[in-house]
């Protein structure tokens, strides 16, 4: 009987661990014990779900820069961690084979060989959440780059001198501009301009992004307005996105594109005027399919080839 693998999604708050069955668990302390703790009990949970006698491994997305090799994050702002032995302190724990990837190069592996990035070859995966994560399969092969850094494509600046400061320290980034934190930002910084707005009237700390692009959807002067500008800057970094990597199919992923055709619709001609030394129209950009359960399905897709280091798949 082939063995199956279990994905494990580690998010900022919730850890999830998928076979086919799958056992989610909130995380309230981030300190490292604690999140061992979390996840090695959602995976305990999922293994009895899945009433497998034994598994090929388990693949762990977690937030944050991590050593393909061992499994150490070398660095996650989302938990304030440094260096630390995820991979030693769970397999301590299990006696099955462990492996740990970036949670948003998890995702884009899920999404290309299970979603919507199925049979391309040249393939980016944009996450628009609190953040923008992200990830590009280039000739059939998910890039990693010399420290496992390829495809932090949230960080790249595209408003450098007039955007919002990114949680990473610079401005403008990608993220910082068309994440669905993004999408607020814009709202709120051009609130004043619209005193009328009922976006704001309550407690802006309330505001989120949905409301937002329905205020846009129906029409809202604050709400267009907001719109349009996440839409321009959206554009503006998917179109450098496509000037890197001529990709084949972009998907976007994460909250803000639950608003589907209403997005696409608006930043796909915006994307085609800032497309100018790759031939136009050969990128198809699209929503992602597999929605919350990209990470763990990657995650354990990772597991079954034996790391993200041989994800060759061409
Ligand atoms: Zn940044």
Same mark, same amino acid.
């Given at each position: ?12 708050? =919730?850890?999830?661990? &998928? ?5 989610? =668990?909130?995380? *309230? ?5 604690? %999140? ?5 009990? &959602? ?38 961690? =440094?260096? *630390? ?27 290309? *060989?299970?979603?919507?990035?199925? @049979? ?19 000739? @059939? ?11 932090? *494509? ?31 930002? /814009? ?12 976006? %704001? ?20 002067? /604050? ?30 992923? @994460?909250? %803000? ?58």
């Amino acid at each position: 009987m082939t063995k199956k693998s279990i994905g494990v999604d580690l998010g900022g708050s =919730h850890v999830l661990a &998928a076979i086919v069955e799958r056992a989610e =668990h909130d995380i *309230v302390d981030r300190e490292v014990d604690a %999140v061992v703790e979390t996840i090695a009990k &959602a995976i305990s949970d999922v293994m009895e779900l899945g009433k497998e006698k034994s598994y090929l491994g388990i693949g762990l997305g977690s937030p944050g820069n991590i050593d393909p090799a061992t499994g150490t994050v070398r660095y996650s702002p989302n938990f304030g961690w =440094h260096d *630390v032995p995820l991979g030693k302190l769970l397999r301590e724990r299990f006696e099955v084979p462990i492996f740990i990837g970036n949670d948003a190069r998890c995702a884009t592996l899920g999404e290309y *060989v299970h979603g919507i990035g199925k @049979g391309t070859k040249n393939f980016v995966l944009l996450t628009l959440g609190t953040g923008i994560g992200g990830g590009v399969v280039a000739d @059939g092969r998910l890039i990693l780059g010399t420290s496992a850094g390829a495809g932090e *494509v949230g960080h790249h600046q595209v408003r450098a001198t007039d955007g919002f400061y990114c949680n990473c320290g610079k401005m403008g980034c990608f993220e910082a501009q068309a994440s669905g934190t993004g999408l607020i930002r /814009h709202a709120l910084a051009i609130a004043p301009s619209f005193p009328r707005s009922t976006l %704001v009237s309550g407690k802006p700390e309330k505001l989120g992004s949905k409301a937002i692009r329905k205020a846009a959807e129906a029409g809202d002067p /604050h709400g267009v307005a907001a719109w349009n500008r996440y839409i321009d800057d959206l554009a503006c970094g998917i179109a450098n996105v496509i000037a890197f990597v001529n990709p084949q199919t972009i998907a976007l992923g @994460g909250g %803000v594109a639950a608003a589907g055709d209403f997005m696409l619709d608006a930043v796909r001609p915006r994307i085609e005027v800032l497309t100018t030394m790759v031939p136009r129209g050969q990128t198809n950009i699209v929503c992602a399919t597999l929605g919350n359960d990209a990470g763990a399905i990657g995650s354990a897709e990772m597991a079954r080839r034996g790391g993200l280091t041989t994800g060759a798949t061409g």
